[in-house]
């Protein structure tokens, strides 16, 4: 019985390797510019529309309610009181910032914007004043969420999505402040 010694050329094996790489690199390329866009899935299962842009004119108006009302605690563009991090003698916290160092982003639209209206205290202590001041007798509702418009303009995309995610699971803010 005899067989063929005659080998398959190296090289001829190199080519066929190639050509299979670009194969299949047309394959993904195809693929990632005819899938549809990634859909949004909150952590309910829920898929939701895409993340929203941001209105220009609401964030100007935003950042501008911000600096006037909001700066004297919060800090200059959202950057925080100093040495935020360091809680008091009352283990109570300086204010934070709103930009992406903070966590303002972890919260969803209801949150933050009940804390501005509403203010807040100290939750362990609920007979206690308010640490941050309620705002619902100065700001109106566009104010308010014009206050989140300009927020959201200083988060990351993936922070932004991460607190729009929040938002789809979470209520609309109560109509009323609570008693
Ligand atoms: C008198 C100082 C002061 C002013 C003025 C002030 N805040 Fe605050 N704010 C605080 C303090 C202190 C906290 C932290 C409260 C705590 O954690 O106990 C806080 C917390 C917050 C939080 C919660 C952030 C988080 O991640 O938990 C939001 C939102 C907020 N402030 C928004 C605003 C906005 C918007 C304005 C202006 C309309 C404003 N604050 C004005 C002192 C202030």
């Given at each position: 019985m005899t067989r063929s010694t005659k080998k398959f050329p190296a090289w001829a094996f190199g080519a066929l390797i190639f050509f299979l790489f670009v194969l299949l690199a047309g394959c993904a390329t195809l693929q990632t510019n005819f899938?549809?866009?990634?859909?949004?899935?909150?952590?309910?299962?829920?898929?939701?529309?895409?993340?929203?842009?941001?209105?220009?004119?609401?964030?100007?108006?935003?950042?501008?309610?911000?600096?006037?009302?909001?700066?004297?605690?919060?800090?200059?563009?959202?950057v925080g009181a100093p040495n935020w991090k360091i809680p008091d003698a009352n283990l109570n916290y300086p204010p934070p910032p709103h930009n992406d160092t903070g966590h303002t982003w972890h919260h969803s639209d209801r949150v933050l914007?009940?804390?501005?209206?509403d203010g807040l205290r100290d939750p362990l202590k609920p007979n206690s004043e308010l640490r941050m001041p309620a705002f619902g007798n100065t700001l109106n509702d566009a104010?308010?969420?014009?206050?989140?418009?300009?927020?959201?303009?200083?988060?990351?995309?993936?922070?932004?999505?991460?607190?729009?995610?929040?938002?789809?699971?979470?209520?609309?803010?109560t109509t009323t402040p609570a008693p």
């Amino acid at each position: 019985m005899t067989r063929s010694t005659k080998k398959f050329p190296a090289w001829a094996f190199g080519a066929l390797i190639f050509f299979l790489f670009v194969l299949l690199a047309g394959c993904a390329t195809l693929q990632t510019n005819f899938a549809p866009p990634p859909t949004l899935v909150n952590q309910y299962g829920t898929p939701v529309p895409p993340l929203p842009t941001l209105d220009a004119a609401q964030v100007a108006r935003g950042k501008q309610i911000y600096q006037t009302t909001c700066a004297r605690c919060h800090g200059e563009n959202g950057v925080g009181a100093p040495n935020w991090k360091i809680p008091d003698a009352n283990l109570n916290y300086p204010p934070p910032p709103h930009n992406d160092t903070g966590h303002t982003w972890h919260h969803s639209d209801r949150v933050l914007y009940e804390a501005i209206r509403d203010g807040l205290r100290d939750p362990l202590k609920p007979n206690s004043e308010l640490r941050m001041p309620a705002f619902g007798n100065t700001l109106n509702d566009a104010d308010i969420n014009a206050l989140l418009t300009y927020f959201k303009s200083l988060w990351t995309n993936e922070h932004r999505e991460f607190q729009y995610l929040r938002t789809t699971e979470d209520v609309p803010p109560t109509t009323t402040p609570a008693p």
